[in-house]
């Protein structure tokens, strides 16, 4: 008949386990001491453990929490109110935004308008064979070769 060993393994067992909790409380007190922010996956990554097992251990998943609260940034850290834009401001600035908008988008319509007159005007001369000079290097006419 064998011996029954099994008080090694449990024994092993609990080793196991007191070296993960030891992981997981070093890692804790090191990154508050160090101002890291303190999530259950942060504290994870950082002891070796599963977030599972952190929720299952009471104590540290309250300490976490605990942590978390305390680190978490304080309406205080917003905007100060003297520093905030006015909704009248605002509004000032969106009305500046669409008159200028509306300046360029009529501005965009002059050009089109300037190069579609100035394509027909080309068009219309290369059609009657009036090319002029301008229009070719060195006075040259070009062939009319017909409508496209």
Excluded at 85 to 114: C, F, G, H, K
Excluded at 128 to 137: E, F, H, S, V
Aim: with cysteine; aromatic share 2%; hydrophobic share 35%.
């Amino acid at each position: 008949m064998r011996a029954d060993n099994t008080h090694h393994v449990v024994a092993a067992a609990r080793r196991r386990a007191e070296q993960t909790r030891e992981r997981a409380v070093a890692a804790l007190r090191r990154m508050d001491a160090t101002g890291q922010r303190i999530t259950f996956d942060a504290v994870a990554q950082e002891a070796g453990v599963s977030r599972s097992w952190l929720y299952a251990q009471d104590d540290l998943r309250t300490e976490i929490e605990r942590l978390r609260e305390r680190n978490a940034p304080s309406p205080s850290t917003a905007t100060p109110q003297r520093q905030r834009a006015s909704d009248v401001s605002l509004l000032r600035r969106l009305e500046a935004a669409t008159a200028r908008i509306s300046q360029l988008e009529a501005d965009n319509r002059q050009l089109r308008d300037a190069l579609a007159r100035a394509l027909g005007e080309r068009r219309a001369a290369e059609v009657t064979g009036r090319t002029g000079d301008r229009d070719t290097p060195k006075g040259r006419t070009s062939k009319l070769v017909g409508p496209c």
